[in-house]
Structure formats: structure tokens, C-alpha cells
């Protein structure tokens, strides 16, 4: 069941990635950054962008790394032996 879970996963995630759109923006984020800056309130440009909107991209990252080691422990059968009933720990020690 669990490897269910992650093949699907995995798929709605493969189909995600091969949907979005690659498209070059005109202008880009660099226009935007240096145009919107003081808006965050901070007094640097180069600090506005660490603070404000590179952690919002640093929590993006962490959530991904997340989600792909826990999808991988699934994959792989993580906790194997816990779905074993209790009871044959004990025919085995006889």
C-alpha cells in the first residue's frame, strides 16, 4: 500500500513537472527586484533580497527536500517490520 501511495505520488509529481511552463518572463525577477526593493523596508538592496524573498525561496527548497526523502523512504519499504503481527515474536523464541 505504501509503495501505491508513493508511485502515485511520484506520477502526479512527474506530470506536475512536465506541465508548467518554461517560458522566459521579460524582464525577469532582476527588473522586479531592483524596482520593488524598498518595499520589504530594509535600507539594502542586497539584504532586502537575502531577507525577504530568497527565505520564501529557501522554505520552497527545504519542503522539497522534505518531500523527496520521505517519498523515497516509502518507496524503499521503510518500516518493514512493524506490519508483522506481534504474535509470531513469540512462535519464534519457542
Keep these: ?12 509529481l512527474l506530470l506536475e513537472l512536465l506541465t508548467l511552463d518554461y517560458t522566459k518572463v521579460i524582464g525577469g525577477s ?22 525577504d524573498w530568497r527565505a520564501y525561496d529557501s522554505l ?8 523527496a526523502v520521505t517519498g523515497f ?3 524503499l519499504g521503510g518500516g518493514k517490520g512493524e506490519d508483522e503481527p506481534r504474535g509470531q515474536d513469540e512462535h519464534k523464541a519457542r
Design 1 to 12: 500500500m505504501k509503495r501505491l501511495i508513493g508511485a502515485l505520488l511520484s506520477g502526479a
Design 30 to 51: 532582476y527588473a522586479y527586484y531592483v524596482s520593488h526593493w524598498r518595499d520589504v523596508g530594509i535600507p539594502n538592496l542586497v539584504t532586502a533580497i537575502l531577507a
Design 60 to 67: 520552497g527548497e527545504a519542503t522539497l527536500l522534505f518531500t
Design 73 to 75: 523512504y516509502l518507496l
